[in-house]
Every structure is written in structure tokens, then in C-alpha cells.
């Protein structure tokens, strides 16, 4: 059971983003023109921010040389054009190196080509300050489209448009997430009052869900996130292995949970299971249905994944469903557990955005976020074969969506950035439920507080113009309220020590059999497979509101 509920917990916290610089290049010829995508460094290449402002300038093919040295080539041959040449590897020469050549022979702008995946370009500081003109990467492929399409001779200009800071997307991504951690702060306080009115019915004997998990150790509780660490180290060392065992539990998860949420809603408008005799069984009709859709949605993201174009919309239903499911089944018992958790997890948060990148051994801090968080907000960078984690949520940025060129462009939030203080606020509602508030006062202002927290997160973040760890600002705005409502109305001591029932520690193995008893067949094959899994590795680089 701890090894089910360490990998549950670990998958939430795999998000993050990464900076775009891209441009474009606009090739013609004559009356006829076409664009391309480019991939620049903006600190050590100046770039036009609009065409008519871009420089003209003659397009001259190299790619049958690496350029690493100028070979036949005089010095200022190239006076005042632009040059296309092969990247090559590292072996062959550096970039800096590809640019001073350029640069001797009179070059303004150099263009590589590349059959490799582009991540930005960079050279050590030394090397910078010799570089004077232009350079950016640009695909092979396009630029032999570009051969075919312009028949050899060419002009191209470069220009980047500017990035908008704001984007209507982050209001997009600011409702889903609230409405997110408050459907399933509403549905856990739901199910709640069902047991506490079943406990009453039965005499109080079984006051707890069979179908829960509940939180209640604090050691537990630590070794979890220890254990998170741990996890992080194997996904920076065997990602490309253990990816795909994350995709495979999100697939397993998210198809649960979805049929939790549509079981949910159909039981709440009284919708009927139509159930059929098949000899001494019955089978409902209802459930197999379910059972299917939610199947097939899943296996549909599995397989089309890396369709960007539109498979976020199905991503976010799943991930939706995967949280609201999460914050009604895994369950804190009390106010100190909340504390704890939700404390080493901003500790957790922090430290690997802002504190590793300063002792962990990488040219550029970019890298590390690459190989930790493996998430990108430009699937340009992403290397041939890399998957990326499916545990975030994802809305296109509606700035760039007609003048992209490399690919769609996301705002992003981490699932644990939902889940952690989602959980709390699910904490809440069971509480309003124990005290029988009927104005439900926990669960409406931590909620709000939750609401608040975001906005100052996505403020942060625009004014920063980087992405934040969301737990930084989202748990002290969570648990700080809830902990004055209590203080407020004198519960604080009640809302510390949490339910009336709690679940003693020699009963925590002994529930197993009950609660799989419950499951329906999607959850309790998910549950088999979590726990063949239990060596799975995890991260989370915990940045906020991406984009």
C-alpha cells in the first residue's frame, strides 16, 4: 500500500517549462515568399523585431562545408550576405567557431543548418565577445524545402516578433486549475457527508470510505518525499526508460479516475445502471459503457501524444479527471498532516528550481531543467525520440498561435501544482462537514485563498519574466488561512486533530483487501501494475503558471 501511495503521489510532481527564443526567416524570390523557423540566442544576436525593419540580404549555400576553417575561401568573399552552413558535432567545431569564420570572410549573418534536434545556441563568455554578427539554427529539411521551392537563389531577412508577457491563456489556465481544486474540494466533502450519513444509519461502526486512502503518519509522510528525491536522481540518470512507465501509469490513472468522475456525475443526476442477468451474474450496462469510453480515451492520448495540434484538449480532460479523482480518494486526516506534507513540498519545490542548478554539473542552467524537468514549452528543443511527462496541464498561448512557425506554444501548470493544495482544500470541506457548517466556511476560504495565491503566482512570474515554483506562494496562502478561520472560531484544536475517526497504524495493511473489494476493474488492474512499479522514479521542478 505505501509503495501504491509513493508512486501516486510522485507522478503529480513531473512539470515544467523551458524559454523559447525562436525566429523566423523569411526566404523570397521575386513575387514569391515563404517563412521558416529559427532557433537564436536573443543575448548574443540582435535580431529585427519586425520584417519591414529586417535587413535584405543574399542568401549563399555552404552547406557542402562545415566552415570550421575558410578553406579556398578569401577573406571578405562573403562581404555583406548571408551564409548557410552544416552544424556538424561538436568533434568537428563549435559554433563560435563556425561564426569568426563567417565573420572573416565577411558575413552578416550566418545560418546553420541542422538535422539534429535545435536547443538555443550558446558559446562561453570568451568566445561571445569575439562573435559580432548574427547567428541561429535552422532544420535541414527547410532549408532544402527551401532549395526546391526558390530554385537555388534566394533572399532572406530575420526577425523575431515580440513575445507578449500577457497572454489569454493564463486566464484560461487560472479558471481550470480553480475550478479543478474546487470540484474536488467539493466532491471529497461530498463523499464525506455520504459516510457520516451512512455511519449514522449503521449505528457509526464503519465511519470510513473503503474506497479512500488516507494520510495520517507524519513519518509516512516524510519518507514519501524522501523517497521523491530519491526518484528525481533515477529520472535525471534513466529518464529515457522510465518515461515511458510514467506514460503508462498516467494512461492506467487517468482512465480510472475518468470513469470515477463520469460514474460520479451519473449517479448524482440518478441516471440508471441498467443491469443485465447473465446466468447467476449481472453485469451493468452502464459500467461497460464507461468502462470503454474511458478506455478508448486514453488509449487514443497514448497513441497520439505528440500531436500538439490537438491532443491538449483530451490531455487536460484526462488530467482533470486524474486530479479530481486523486483529492477525492487520497485523503489528509488532520490539520498537522497538512502542515507537514505540504511544508516539505515548498521545501521540495524550491530547492530543485532555484538551488540545483548551482552545484549540479551543467554548462547551462537550461540543461538542467532539460534533463530534469523534460518538459518544454517549444517541442523544437525536444530531442529525436524523447517523450515528454504527461502531468501537466496545457493551453496553447493564443498570442502565437497563427505566427508560429516551430511549433504551438504552451502555458503550463504541474498537476502537483492542483493536487498538494488541493488536498487541503479538500481537508477543509471534510472538516465544514464534521462541524456541520452549512455555510461550508474552511472549504470557501481556502478555496479563495487558493485563487489568490495563483494570481500572485502568474504576477510573479510575468513581473519576473521566469517561471515560479507555484508551492511557494499557494501553500502560506492556503494553510495560513485555513489556520486563522480555525483560530476565527475557536476550532483550531478540533481542526489540528482532524476527524473523530482516525485509522489506527496496525490497521493500515489490514484494509487492503476492503478496499480493493470496492474497486471497480480498471482501478484495481491500475493498482496491480502501480505496484509492479514500486522502483518507478519521479521529479517535479515545481514552476508555476508556465509559459
Not at 331 to 360: A, E, G, M, R, W
Request: aromatic letters at 12%; hydrophobic letters at 50%; proline letters at 3%.
Amino acid at each position: 500500500m505505501a509503495a501504491k501511495l509513493w508512486i501516486i503521489l510522485s507522478v503529480v510532481f513531473l512539470s515544467s517549462q523551458s524559454e523559447c527564443q525562436e525566429a523566423v526567416l523569411h526566404v523570397s524570390k521575386g513575387y514569391l515568399s515563404k517563412e521558416y523557423c529559427l532557433v537564436y540566442n536573443s543575448s548574443l544576436s540582435n535580431i529585427s523585431d519586425s520584417l519591414s525593419n529586417a535587413v535584405r540580404y543574399q542568401l549563399v549555400n555552404l552547406t557542402s562545408t562545415l566552415l570550421c576553417d575558410p578553406g579556398s575561401l578569401k577573406q571578405n568573399s562573403l562581404l555583406g550576405k548571408a551564409v548557410v552552413v552544416l552544424r556538424g558535432t561538436v568533434r568537428d567545431c563549435a559554433l563560435s567557431q563556425k561564426a569568426r569564420v563567417a565573420q572573416y570572410l565577411g558575413a552578416a549573418v550566418l545560418l546553420i543548418a541542422s538535422t539534429d534536434p535545435m536547443g538555443i545556441p550558446s558559446v562561453n563568455v570568451t568566445e561571445s565577445e569575439k562573435v559580432t554578427i548574427p547567428f541561429a539554427l535552422m532544420r535541414f529539411q527547410d532549408f532544402m524545402d527551401a532549395q526546391k521551392v526558390f530554385a537555388g537563389e534566394m533572399e532572406v531577412q530575420l526577425y523575431a516578433l515580440p513575445v507578449l508577457a500577457f497572454d489569454c491563456s493564463i486566464l484560461l489556465m487560472l479558471a481550470l486549475a480553480i475550478f479543478t481544486v474546487a470540484m474536488g474540494g467539493f466532491w471529497s466533502g461530498a463523499a464525506e457527508r455520504l459516510v457520516q450519513s451512512g455511519a449514522a444509519v449503521s449505528g457509526g461502526e464503519d465511519g470510513a470510505d473503503s474506497g479512500d486512502l488516507s494520510l495520517y503518519s507524519p513519518l509516512k509522510v516524510l519518507l514519501f518525499v524522501l523517497l521523491m528525491c530519491v526518484m528525481l536522481v533515477l529520472m535525471y540518470f534513466f529518464y529515457k526508460w522510465l518515461v515511458y512507465v510514467v506514460i503508462v501509469i498516467f494512461c492506467l490513472a487517468s482512465a480510472t479516475a475518468l470513469y470515477s468522475c463520469l460514474d460520479g456525475i451519473m449517479n448524482a443526476v440518478g441516471c440508471s445502471k441498467f443491469s443485465v442477468s447473465c446466468g447467476e451474474r449481472s453485469c451493468s450496462v452502464r459500467s461497460l459503457l464507461l468502462t470503454s469510453v474511458c478506455i478508448t480515451l486514453a488509449v487514443i492520448w497514448g497513441v497520439y501524444r505528440n500531436e500538439d495540434r490537438w491532443i491538449w484538449i483530451l490531455q487536460d480532460l484526462l488530467g482533470v479527471a486524474f486530479c479530481l479523482n486523486f483529492m477525492k480518494t487520497i485523503t489528509l486526516s488532520n490539520y498537522k498532516i497538512c502542515i507537514i506534507l505540504l511544508s516539505l513540498l515548498l521545501v521540495y519545490d524550491v530547492f530543485f528550481v532555484f538551488i540545483t542548478p548551482f552545484f549540479t554539473p551543467v554548462s547551462h542552467p537550461g540543461v538542467l531543467k532539460e534533463k530534469l524537468v523534460l518538459y518544454h514549452t517549444c517541442d523544437v528543443y525536444k530531442p529525436v525520440g524523447q517523450e515528454h511527462l504527461p502531468v501537466v496541464m496545457r493551453i496553447p498561448r493564443l498570442s502565437a498561435w497563427v505566427q508560429n512557425l516551430c511549433v504551438m506554444q504552451f502555458s503550463i501548470l504541474g498537476y502537483g501544482d492542483i493536487i498538494i493544495p488541493g488536498m487541503l482544500v479538500a481537508y477543509c470541506h471534510r472538516f465544514d462537514v464534521w462541524t456541520n457548517s452549512s455555510k461550508r466556511i474552511y472549504f470557501t476560504c481556502c478555496t479563495i485563498a487558493y485563487s489568490v495565491g495563483l494570481v500572485v503566482t502568474f504576477v510573479v512570474m510575468l513581473l519576473s519574466k521566469m517561471g515560479q515554483p507555484a508551492l511557494l506562494y499557494l501553500v502560506p496562502f492556503t494553510l495560513i488561512t485555513s489556520a486563522v478561520v480555525a483560530c476565527v472560531r475557536k476550532e483550531f484544536k478540533q481542526f489540528w486533530a482532524g476527524t473523530t475517526y482516525q485509522v489506527s497504524v496496525s490497521d493500515w495493511t489490514n484494509e487492503v483487501p476492503v478496499q480493493w473489494a470496492g474497486l471497480d476493474l480498471i482501478q484495481r488492474t491500475f493498482m496491480c501494475l502501480m505496484q509492479c512499479f514500486s522502483l518507478f522514479s519521479e521529479q517535479h521542478s515545481g514552476r508555476a503558471a508556465r509559459h
